[in-house]
């Protein structure tokens, strides 16, 4: 059972929202500033609001990044939201700085010729592309609320776990490899749908969160 859960602060995760959601599950995260409080947790969270050069350059002061690669290679399991779905990649159109690496891929401003607005704001629906902790196969009514102007292109189409519908275009709102996730948009602000997915993330932490391809 996995239920010691961490939440990453670097200074640019909406840490209260994903807090309350938790609390809302009759769990406490405990914050994680330093790789000297990891060593009680057994799963993270890692939360992102902002731009992707600063966020590496914050999460880079608290020493944390070689940890958090080496917690993702021992196949410990990481949920990233927004922010921190993006900073799992290499690189981002976004800023010059690499990311954590942890997927391949590279994260692409959203098309301007979509007949769409920049930033993607509101609520979407999930359209899934593989099993995986987050989504249960037998939903099809799965709307989460989006706030982002870059999404991810996996390079391995495999990490792809859902996508949600921007103009003509499908952009990443899920990915998943191992025990590693994430998705694009905020489940603590998308209501029951929400709730619904972190809760199915900590049932699945509770059953010794079994790895998916």
């Known amino acids: 059972m996995l239920t010691r859960l961490g939440l990453i602060d670097y200074g640019m995760g909406n840490l209260h929202s994903v807090q309350k959601a938790f609390q809302r599950l009759e769990l406490t995260l405990k914050v994680v500033r330093s790789p000297e409080e990891l060593s009680d947790v057994d799963a993270l969270v890692l939360p992102g609001v902002g731009s ?122 899920i990915v998943w490899k191992g025990r590693l996730g994430a998705c694009q948009f905020h489940p603590e602000k998308s209501a029951r749908s929400g709730q619904n997915l972190l809760k199915k993330w900590v049932k699945w932490l509770e059953v010794g969160a079994p790895s998916f391809k």
């Open 52 to 173: 992707f050069d600063p966020a590496m350059d914050q999460l880079n002061q608290t020493k944390l990044i070689p940890h958090l690669r080496l917690w993702v290679e021992e196949n410990k399991p990481l949920l990233g939201i927004c922010l921190g779905l993006q900073l799992l990649f290499e690189s981002s159109d976004e800023g010059d700085q690499a990311g954590l690496g942890l997927l391949k891929g590279h994260v692409s401003k959203l098309p301007s010729n979509q007949g769409e607005r920049v930033p993607h704001m509101g609520w979407s629906l999930l359209n899934q592309q593989k099993s995986c902790p987050l989504l249960n196969t037998k939903e099809r009514n799965n709307w989460m609320y989006f706030v982002h102007s870059y999404s991810a292109i996996p390079k391995d189409k495999s990490d792809l776990a859902a996508t949600t519908q921007f103009g003509e275009s499908n952009v990443t709102a």
